[in-house]
Nanobody
Framework: QVQLVESGGGSVQAGGSLRLSCTAS????????MGWFRQAPGKEREFVSA????????DYADSVKGRFTISRDNARNAVYLQMNSLEPEDTAVYYC???????????????WGQGTQVTVSS
């Protein structure tokens, strides 16, 4: 089991930036592939980004490529999502997720955080 806690959400105007953080409870954090997902009101949860265990491989949804950057600090048990050039369409609850097995491109994750709200106004 691993517990995940997100932070860094908030309200920002279009074109602005936010940095989300997710900290994990397990000391074996480096064993986990980490992902970010989001769910907008009335929509299904969707994949945003993922990063491999040592950070050498990343993946992004087409809608955020070039605007969002995922990174991790295994010494701090943390994964980050830097979000730039935010658009109203990015408004959603953002969730951190973790898995020990699988690939960066797979969107199946067993462990989830509680989510943090991101609101982008036009």
């Amino acid at each position: 089991q691993v517990q995940l806690v997100e932070s860094g959400g908030g309200s920002v105007q279009a074109g602005g930036s936010l940095r989300l953080s997710c900290t994990a409870s397990r000391r074996t954090f480096s064993d986990y592939i980490m992902g970010w997902f989001r769910q907008a009101p009335g929509k299904e949860r969707e994949f945003v980004s993922a990063i491999a265990r040592s950070g050498e491989t990343t993946d992004y949804a087409d809608s955020v490529k070039g605007r969002f950057t995922i990174s991790r600090d295994n010494a701090r048990n943390a994964v980050y999502l830097q979000m730039n050039s935010l658009e109203p369409e990015d408004t959603a609850v953002y969730y951190c997720a973790a898995k020990r097995f699988g690939t960066v491109s797979s969107t199946v994750y067993p462990y989830w955080g509680q989510g943090t709200q991101v609101t982008v106004s036009s």
